[in-house]
């Protein structure tokens, strides 16, 4: 990937567990944060507004355990409007890795896109290639990080993941947590609904490590 420019625009937040080391053309997990991972149909624009989904960290562990990446997505427009800072989604973030590494798991990546439309900050007002239902945050993935999104995984609760998915040659997984797809967003049909992360990593496992 000599060609890869590692720099971060503005319109997007990473963070990177291992900088520097490729997945090798696996297949990987994006996962989209809320309603998936976290919060069930609320918000999260303070840390204290961050909640796990009962099972969901011990669901990105059985991931984490057979050697699927797990790329985190998640779309936090809320940054372009004001009702949320860069520095308070980090604090997110970090307390998301806690919470995780309770349960001995974690997220490989986590990619945010910052943009919105009608956003507030001049330069974080855009259409972004980053922003699902767009596929920047995949694109970037699989540059940075070697996985093959052809082989790989979505699963979210909104429209906008599933479309996402589709583009980039995902199968997708909608979860009835969160949104459970009501959010109208895009017209999009996922390959598969499930309860929630526990399910869809069920789905994935069998899927990868059908002999397992
Ligand atoms: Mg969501």
Known sequence: MAD???SVPAELAVR???PGRSFDGVAAAFLDRDGVINNNGRYVNTVDDFELI?????AIRRLNDAGIPVIVVTNQGSVALKYLTRDELERIHDKMDRLLADHGA???AVYAALA???????ELTKV???RKPNVGMIDRARDELGVSPEQSYVVGDATSDILMGKRAGCFSILVETG?????GKAEA??????????????LILSKLRPNA
């Open 106 to 108: 974690h997220a490989d």
């Open 128 to 130: 972004s290639k980053y």
């Open 54 to 58: 009962p099972g969901a960290a011990d």
């Open 116 to 122: 919105y439309p009608e956003g507030t900050i001049p």
């Open 16 to 18: 990177i567990r291992q």
């Open 179 to 183: 949104f459970g797809g009501e959010d």
């Open 4 to 6: 890869f420019d590692f």
């Open 189 to 202: 049909t996922p390959d598969i609904v499930v309860a929630d992360l526990t399910a869809a990593v069920d």
